[in-house]
């Protein structure tokens, strides 16, 4: 059998083995989020990646309990607010929104929170204002939390619960 040009660079840019993890997020008044990460497991325990070293990427997003969108790093188009770190070393993804510390976070939303599609839209942003979602182009303030908040990843083996985050009075 002989392989073209076009099978050898697909083959090349599928990781040989690549590790995944899921993640779940808990904003303000009932709303959550629930992803899944995946990058090739050479970059295990490397310190800080982006979303270009990603290789998987989608979140679901809630409203007590029933979905109210998605997005899929596989949608993003030039356009898309898509910024993401990621440390392999501790699993979690720095929040405190300073673009400099690498600890700011667009998955489809920008820092307005504003921009994740008119029709079926959704994103998540975590910037040094909040944490908070965007549904069809428009900022779900009632989700917002404090911006220091820790969001850390776990294994796919173990069974993952998100809790709705009780305002504190």
Same mark, same amino acid.
């Given at each position: 059998?002989?392989?073209?040009?076009?099978?050898?660079?697909?083959?090349? &840019? %599928? @990781?040989?083995?690549?590790?995944?993890?899921? +993640?779940?997020?808990?904003?303000?008044?009932?709303? /959550?989020?629930?992803?899944?990460?995946?990058?090739?497991?050479?970059?295990?325990?490397?310190?800080?990646?982006?979303?270009?070293?990603?290789?998987?990427?989608?979140?679901?997003?809630?409203?007590?309990?029933?979905?109210?969108?998605?997005?899929?790093?596989?949608? &993003? %188009? @030039?356009?898309?607010?898509?910024?993401?770190? +990621?440390?392999?070393?501790?699993?979690?993804?720095? /929040?405190?929104?300073?673009?400099?510390?690498?600890?700011?976070?667009?998955?489809?939303?920008?820092?307005?929170?504003?921009?994740?599609?008119?029709?079926?839209?959704?994103?998540?942003?975590?910037?040094?204002?909040?944490?908070?979602?965007?549904?069809?182009?428009?900022?779900?303030?009632?989700?917002?939390?404090?911006?220091?908040?820790?969001?850390?990843?776990?294994?796919?083996?173990?069974?993952?619960?998100?809790?709705?985050?009780?305002?504190?009075?």
């Amino acid at each position: 059998m002989r392989l073209t040009l076009p099978f050898l660079a697909l083959l090349a &840019a %599928t @990781p040989a083995h690549a590790v995944q993890f899921q +993640f779940c997020w808990t904003g303000a008044n009932g709303y /959550t989020l629930e992803g899944v990460i995946e990058f090739p497991d050479e970059y295990l325990n490397t310190g800080i990646i982006t979303e270009s070293d990603v290789t998987k990427f989608q979140i679901i997003g809630f409203l007590d309990g029933v979905a109210i969108g998605s997005w899929n790093m596989r949608d &993003a %188009t @030039p356009e898309t607010s898509w910024t993401l770190r +990621f440390d392999t070393d501790t699993l979690r993804f720095p /929040t405190g929104g300073i673009r400099s510390e690498n600890s700011y976070q667009e998955w489809n939303a920008n820092g307005s929170v504003n921009d994740c599609g008119a029709v079926d839209g959704f994103g998540f942003n975590g910037g040094n204002y909040a944490q908070d979602v965007c549904v069809n182009n428009v900022w779900v303030e009632d989700s917002s939390i404090d911006p220091n908040t820790p969001l850390f990843a776990q294994p796919m083996d173990v069974e993952l619960v998100c809790e709705t985050v009780v305002p504190t009075s």
